[in-house]
């Protein structure tokens, strides 16, 4: 694989992110890559699968040059997460660094999440133009709630981990020095469990928090779209890559 790399350790599976130059930003072949990582049966000796990044940011969205003024971007992330999402055992993620829009959303499809207490998370996509969709507004929704939700996309501003663990986002936080001796704590503690039961556990939570998906919604769909091949949406994403503010006109 190009962007990621793939280890298996007895129990222990771990994914890393491997594009670090460019902030593990997430473009196409990227996406399918771990769809693919995570569309395989484990074998029977696996109890987790890690989730990692090289560098300094864990993950910092989808790579905007690779963008094409649609939002033919939206489909392949939604795979990727849901089967994250829905792999059968444990995921953990491992987050030293910041993770934004598209970084967010991967960290949160990790059933556990220990971060560094420097890195930060943020869903910015109010500050270019776009709008996440039902799938990835819902995510925020079920680890959340509608208010810390709402403050978290409506503002767009990045929070600190410790903020984000307070909110009741993340599972633990860690001193960066630290991260790693924390981690492995968890990692040993999820592979000494009862693998029937972690894909059980696994399944019910999954499960359970599936009632926000025959909600109509169509309209709210066609409402991310607009956002996603308009004129602001544009400016947006150009404003940012160029590092300049943004000049939204409301089409």
Not at 84 to 113: F, M, W
Not at 118 to 125: I, K, N, Q, V
Not at 153 to 180: C, T
Not at 218 to 227: E, G, R, Y
Request: glycine content about 8%.
């Amino acid at each position: 694989m190009q962007f990621i790399r793939v280890e298996s350790a007895g129990a222990v599976r771990t994914v890393t992110l491997t594009r670090g130059e460019q902030r593990n930003a997430l473009n196409r072949e990227m996406l399918q890559e771990l769809e693919d990582a995570f569309s395989v049966t484990p074998p029977a000796e696996e109890r987790l699968t890690v989730i990692r990044a090289e560098g300094p940011v864990f993950c910092a969205g989808m790579d905007l040059k690779a963008r094409d003024g649609t939002n033919a971007g939206v489909s392949p992330i939604e795979k990727m997460l849901y089967a994250i999402e829905t792999y059968s055992l444990p995921v953990l993620g491992v987050v030293q660094g910041d993770a934004i829009a598209g970084g967010n959303e991967l960290a949160l499809h990790c059933d556990i999440v220990i971060a560094s207490s420097t890195a930060r998370f943020g869903m910015s996509l109010a500050q270019i133009g776009l709008a996440p969709t039902w799938f990835l507004a819902k995510k925020l929704l079920e680890v959340a709630g509608p208010v810390k939700t709402r403050e978290f996309l409506l503002l767009g501003d990045p929070f600190p981990s410790s903020h984000m663990y307070d909110m009741g986002f993340i599972a633990r936080v860690a001193p960066p020095e630290k991260l790693e001796e924390e981690a492995q704590k968890l990692i040993d503690r999820l592979a000494a469990n009862a693998p029937l039961s972690l894909k059980a556990m696994k399944a019910l939570i999954v499960r359970e928090m599936c009632f926000r998906d025959g909600i109509y919604h169509k309209d709210i769909d066609a409402l991310v779209t607009q956002c996603g091949v308009s004129e602001d949406g544009k400016e947006g994403v150009k404003a940012r890559l160029e590092k300049r503010p943004a000049k939204f006109v409301g089409r």
